[in-house]
């Protein structure tokens, strides 16, 4: 098993930015596939994106080229560094992990964003 903690959330001004953090414990990390996601009220979860097994990362393409995410095997934590905030990336934001065929089995709590004009 993968237990999961997220920080970083916050409040912020459309345009700026934040960088979430995943820290991971338990289970061999680096072998996990891992993933972004987030909800906004009245809106299903969305992938955001992510770190395949195969260590490919993918975006969902409302984020591409505003967003990257990034692991650090060493510390096991998976960050999403996350610029030119918009107003419709307002949402609570979890961190996952699964392995392939699995899905993601392991959530966080999630963290909070929240982008203003």
């Known amino acids: 098993q993968v237990q999961l903690v997220e920080s970083g959330g916050g409040s912020v001004q459309a345009g700026g930015s934040l960088r979430l953090s995943c820290a991971a414990s338990?289970?061999?990390?680096?072998?996990?596939?891992m993933g972004w996601f987030r909800q906004a009220p009245g809106k299903e979860r969305e992938g955001v994106a992510g770190?395949?097994?195969?260590?490919?990362?993918w975006y969902t393409d409302s984020v591409k080229g505003r967003f990257t995410v990034s692991k650090d095997n060493a510390k096991n934590i998976l960050y999403l560094q996350m610029n030119s905030l918009k107003l419709e990336d307002t949402a609570m934001y979890y961190c996952?992990?699964?392995?392939?065929?699995?899905?993601?089995?392991?959530w966080g709590q999630g963290t909070q964003v929240t982008v203003s004009s």
């Open positions: 996952a992990a699964g392995k392939p065929g699995f899905g993601y089995p392991y």
């Open positions: 338990g289970d061999t990390y680096s072998t996990y596939c």
């Open positions: 770190i395949d097994c195969a260590g490919s990362t």
